[in-house]
């Protein structure tokens, strides 16, 4: 039977899919059930960091199924210590706690930030600041943060707590710092489903003043921008701040299903013993993959993102029918003056395979992606864009 009926006759019907079936890869090449070949400029939304079917990848998790595919937490591993370890010692945090998805390394965050708050200002300190535009998961909790109302509809009562600030409005970030008791500011620090939105230097400034005079704590939701994706290691890294709480997923594993959430010195004995787990948090497989990719991940390849950034920058900069690109490294929106599905489907047509964030068409290629293919892909793209 055709996959497609297969699917939608059986698959819960929540996204809308693009008419291809996906049949293999290799590096930012993807092909479908028809033998066609796409370049790859989303990456199954920034998670295969260096593509499809990476060697050096495949070899590390080849070897951990060889071993042993899953312990409990009751056990000690290598693969996982190793990876906390590695994460620590690039990012200067103190330690890691891992689960097995962005809204999972999200929860943590929230739940470390509340107990924190807790036991330091008290039981009615729980409020949590997000901003709106933001994505921070589709769990009740992160939905709640999410500050974005078209997400809440039909799902209340969502958790309680959450408390959304315009963003970039620093007079109203300091009035409802003021006005209410607050855990936490939790922000991306390159915003990804709302449509690549970048926050304002100043804005951020006031973000870390207002946190350090209340002592309220500021998490960085890296799941999407985090792992080398806008050129630095981590998104908040363009700012020169330092979060007490960073999490992050999709691009860590490199494709297998991760999340991790990182503590610094102030909130890295907050959850003890009991406070919070997960059966699958620390899979060896996942974090073998993980700890390859995270190696990689230095000075050289994270040249090469912002060399490839640049490229993408100034092709695609006032050519026909494109308004703006916004965002960094190689985490990008285009506004285009024609719809961003049209541009999107005559680019598939073509064997490019963009996707969307909000009005825009959304970058998010292979931090290793070859110059050659990329060249070809922004072509096409401003083929697509071109006003008619
Ligand atoms: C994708 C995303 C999430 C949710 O991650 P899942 O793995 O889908 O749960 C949370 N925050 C941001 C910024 C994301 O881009």
């Known amino acids: 039977m055709d996959i497609k009926i297969l699917d939608s006759t059986y698959v819960a019907d929540t996204y809308a899919r693009f008419p291809v079936e996906i049949v293999s890869g290799k590096g ?191 998490i960085a939701d890296e799941v999407q921008c985090g792992n080398g994706r806008t050129g630095k290691l981590y998104g908040y890294m363009n700012f020169g701040i330092t979060p007490d709480i960073v999490s992050t997923a999709k691009g860590l594993g490199g494709g297998l299903p991760i999340g991790a959430t990182m503590f610094n010195e102030k909130t890295c004995n907050v959850l003890g013993r009991g406070d919070h787990g997960s059966t699958f948090g620390g899979n060896p497989i996942a974090c073998a993959g993980a700890l390859s990719i995270f190696e990689r991940l230095d000075n050289e390849l994270l040249e090469g993102v912002k060399e490839r950034s640049d490229y993408i920058k100034s092709s695609l900069e006032g050519a026909p029918g494109i308004k703006s690109v916004t965002g960094l490294g190689l985490m990008l929106g285009i506004e285009t003056e024609r719809d961003a599905s049209e541009v999107i489907a005559k680019c598939m047509e073509n064997g490019v395979m963009p996707i969307k964030a909000k009005r825009k068409v959304r970058l998010l290629p292979a931090l290793n992606i070859p110059m050659d293919q990329l060249r070809t892909a922004i072509e096409v793209i401003k083929e697509a864009a071109k006003p008619e």
């Open 28 to 218: 930012s090449i993807v092909k479908d059930s028809h033998g066609k070949e796409y370049i790859d400029l989303s990456t199954g939304i920034a998670v295969n960091t260096f593509g499809l079917c990476d060697d050096k990848w495949i070899k590390v998790v080849n070897e951990q199924i060889n071993l042993f595919q899953h312990t409990s937490n009751l056990y000690y591993s290598a693969p996982c210590a190793k990876l906390a370890q590695l994460m620590c010692e690039k990012t200067g945090m103190k330690k890691v706690f891992f689960s097995n998805s962005g809204a999972e390394a999200n929860e943590c965050a929230i739940k470390t930030a509340r107990k924190y708050a807790a036991e330091k200002h008290g039981a009615e300190y729980y409020n949590i600041i997000t901003l709106t535009g933001s994505f921070h998961g589709r769990t009740i909790t992160t939905l709640a943060a999410t500050g974005q109302d078209v997400f809440h509809k039909t799902f209340t009562p969502l958790t309680e707590g959450f408390i959304y600030c315009e963003t970039n409005n620093s007079v109203m970030l300091e009035k409802l710092a003021v006005e209410n008791k607050v855990a936490a500011i939790m922000f991306e620090p390159l915003q990804g489903e709302g449509g690549v939105n970048p926050l304002d230097k100043d804005f951020v400034e006031t973000v870390v003043k207002i946190a350090k005079e209340k002592d309220i704590l500021l």
